[in-house]
Structure formats: C-alpha cells, structure tokens
C-alpha cells in the first residue's frame, strides 16, 4: 500500500485516478488522506466509488496521533506527499495556512515517517520511500537568457508560497542527511489539466470564457511559466518512486515554456472554435474579454526546468505536448460544467472579490497591459 496526502486536490486526486488506470499498480492499494480545504473535493474521486483498493481519510498531516496510526495500521511501502497550501496569490493575502500545512505539517509527515521507518524490518525498511512533491519555484526567478533550472540550481524563493515549499524542501533534505530517511524529492513546473481548482491560470480564464467575465491578466502578460500535463507530472511521479536514487532531487518540467498571454491566446482561440456561442456573446471572439490588470507583487518574471536529469538517468519523458494536451484540458472543462459549478461555492467567490475587486478598479480597457 501506498500513502498519498492531499490525494483530494488537482495533482493528487489525478495521481490517485491515474495509480489505479495503470497495469503496474492496479492492485495496489492507496490510503488517501486530505484535510479537504477549499482546495480538496472528493467529487475529484468519484471514479473510485467503487474501487475498493483506495481508502479515503478525512484527516490533517498536522495531526500526529493519526499519522502514526495510519502508519502503524496500514504499513505502506511509500508516502507520496502532495498535500500543501499551493496558490501564489492566496499565500500572498494569507501566509499562516502555508506555514502550518507546508512548513509544520511537512515536518509532521516526517517526523511520523522516521518513527514508522525505524521500526520496519528488513527489507522493508529498505525499500521504504518518502516522496516529496515540490515545485520549481524554490529556485526563483530566471532572466530572459539565463538557463534553465537544474537540481543544483540554488534556492531564492521570491514569494510566501514558494518560500514555505524551499522549507519543507530543506526539511525533508535534512531528514535524510540526519537521519537517513529514504526520500526523493520532485521539483516540477506548473500544471494543467482535469480538475484543477479555477483559481490558477488556465482553468480561471477557461471558466470566465465561458461564463462571458474578464480574463485578467497581470502586469503585461509576458511572465513566463513551463507548463505539464497533470498525467505526465503522475507518471514522472510513478517512475521517480519506482526507479529514483534515495535522497536524491528530479526536476520535472514539460520543455515547454510559454509567456501567460501566449497560453491564454491559445485557449481563447480553442473556445472560439469549440464554443462559437459563447465567443458571438463575447463579440465575435473570446480574445475580446483579455484584460490587463494590476500586476502580482513580486511577481517572477520566468521559470524554466532542465528536465535532463530525470530523462536521463530514469527514462522519463513527457507523453503530452502544450497542443495536445491544452485541447485535452479545454475540452474536459466543456463537458465538466457541474464540477465547475459545485467547486464555486460561496468561499470561491469571496476569494474571487477579495483577489480581484481591487484590482479591477486598476483595470485599463481590455487588450493593453498595464
Ligand atoms: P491543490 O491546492 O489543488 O491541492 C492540495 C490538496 O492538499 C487539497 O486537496 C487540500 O485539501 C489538501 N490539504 C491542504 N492542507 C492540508 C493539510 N493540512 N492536511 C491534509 N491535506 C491538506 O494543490 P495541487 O496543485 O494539487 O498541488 C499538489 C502539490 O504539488 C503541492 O505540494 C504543490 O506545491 C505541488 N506542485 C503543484 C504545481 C501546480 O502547478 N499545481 C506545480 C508544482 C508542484
Ligand atoms: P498561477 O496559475 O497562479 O500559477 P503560479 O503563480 O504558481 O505560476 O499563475 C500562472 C501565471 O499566470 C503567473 O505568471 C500569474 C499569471 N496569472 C494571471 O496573469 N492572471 C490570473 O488571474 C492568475 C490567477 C495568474
């Protein structure tokens, strides 16, 4: 059995779909805990209503006692640690919920995790992998021409978010140069694809596309992210776990870097093709509703991933490219309109006041950046 946390949130619960669709792993189970913020849906796992192999847990990676009694009951090979406070803007309004679930609840994890793995007998205990899943921007912000990030590129995280992802990075490093704990951890670029919350870029313009509102884009729109499909971040995951050196980082990244403005020209112009409705409201095109609005502070400028090392050493490549799977994302969100619907509820749209409101009043007339 595996522990997956946070396995009710975009990455997670895709990783949890994806565990019981692939041949490898198909009968082995998954102890699934998530605290269910605003973040986690269990609708995200409907699929497995009826998979007995996946157990889901409504619980905190803050709460020690039951840690230690999931571990101690269920004995899983490996900790797949995706649980976290994860949206750059919500860390800016509110650091607290970063510090606690992605700082203390990390060192929680582990400090379960070391106690679990000392009392596992060999070879158990040797095979044993705590998975920590992070992102590329611990490494900061890159200039147009610098290169790419490697695994030994150093930390500057620029913002709460990303500051509170160096510390549990440097966390879980240290258990393992410490202790000994066997760990790998995952440093990978934004994601995109089915069920992810409509705050983050790609799904916040789909859905406002569609529901003919403001697409809002920061400063000038020409930050640069790398972007994956969510299913081969999963697969890079899988092969990281199965074949991946204890103690070792992997950068996963998509060799796909984009300017935000580029990617939401790119989903305007699916929309326009796939919903002609929606674009005759916008005024013929759903580019009509691009608007420039004040910009993030501190907002880094670029993110690139070398993702040579895990190609490399491991085999790992992704599947998708931006085309296919952006088309793969536009039309899940088409044909998905209920979970868009059930995931805005009331604290949503609050965020989406808070977040926006200000911001807006800033506004400079749609399709010049401000
Ligand atoms: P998400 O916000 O969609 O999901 C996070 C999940 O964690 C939710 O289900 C939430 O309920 C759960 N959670 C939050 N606090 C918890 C706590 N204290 N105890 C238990 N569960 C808790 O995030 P995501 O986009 O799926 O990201 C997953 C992981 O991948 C995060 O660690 C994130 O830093 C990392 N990551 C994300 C991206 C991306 O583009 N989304 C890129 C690189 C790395
Ligand atoms: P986001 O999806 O929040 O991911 P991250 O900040 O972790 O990279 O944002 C992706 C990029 O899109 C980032 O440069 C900020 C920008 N952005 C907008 O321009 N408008 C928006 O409404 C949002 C949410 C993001």
Not at 119 to 138: C, I, K, N
Not at 246 to 265: L, R, S, T
């Amino acid at each position: 059995m595996i522990l997956v946390t946070g396995g009710a949130g975009f990455i997670g619960s895709n990783f949890v779909l994806d565990w019981f669709n692939t041949a490898a792993n198909r009968t082995e189970p998954v102890l699934n805990l998530d605290a269910l913020t605003y973040a986690g849906n269990r609708e995200n796992l409907s699929g497995l209503d009826q998979q007995p192999l996946h157990h889901f847990i409504h619980g905190d990676i803050n709460n020690q006692e039951l840690i230690a009694q999931l571990l101690k009951q269920h004995q899983p090979r490996a900790i797949i640690h995706f649980a976290a406070e994860s949206h750059v803007d919500r860390s800016i309004h509110g650091p607290g919920e970063f510090i606690r679930t992605n700082i203390q609840g990390t060192f929680n994890l582990l400090q379960c995790a070391l106690d679990y793995w000392r009392g596992l007998p060999q070879p158990q205990a040797s095979s044993f992998r705590f998975l920590h899943v992070s992102t590329d921007e611990v490494y900061g912000s890159l200039g147009p021409s610098d290169s790419a990030f490697t695994e030994t590129t150093p930390y500057q995280p620029n913002s709460p978010y990303s500051a509170s992802k160096a510390a549990s990075d440097h966390l879980v490093r240290a258990w393992h140069h410490t202790y000994g704990l066997p760990v790998l951890t995952t440093n990978c670029s934004n994601n995109y694809g089915p069920f992810q919350f409509p705050e983050k870029l790609i799904p916040l313009v789909m859905t406002n596309a569609l529901a003919g509102k403001a697409l809002p884009i920061y400063g000038d729109g020409m930050n640069i992210r790398d972007w994956l499909y969510v299913t081969d971040h999963c697969s890079a995951i899988r092969t990281v776990l199965d074949k991946g050196q204890a103690g070792e980082v992997y950068n996963i990244g998509g060799w796909n870097e984009m300017p935000n403005i580029e990617i939401v020209k790119i989903i305007c112009q699916l929309l326009d093709r796939k919903s002609p409705e929606t674009a005759q409201r916008a005024g013929g095109t759903h580019e009509q509703l691009i608007t420039y609005v004040k910009d993030r502070p501190g907002h880094d400028r670029r993110y690139a991933i070398d993702a040579n090392k895990i190609a490399r050493e491991l085999g790992w490549k992704p599947a998708e490219t931006f085309a296919s799977g952006i088309e793969k994302t536009v039309d899940w969100y088409l044909t998905h309109r209920e979970w868009v619907s059930h995931v805005q509820s009331g604290a949503y749209r609050q965020w989406i006041d808070q977040q926006y409101g200000s911001r807006m009043s800033g506004t400079r007339q749609q399709g010049t950046p401000q």
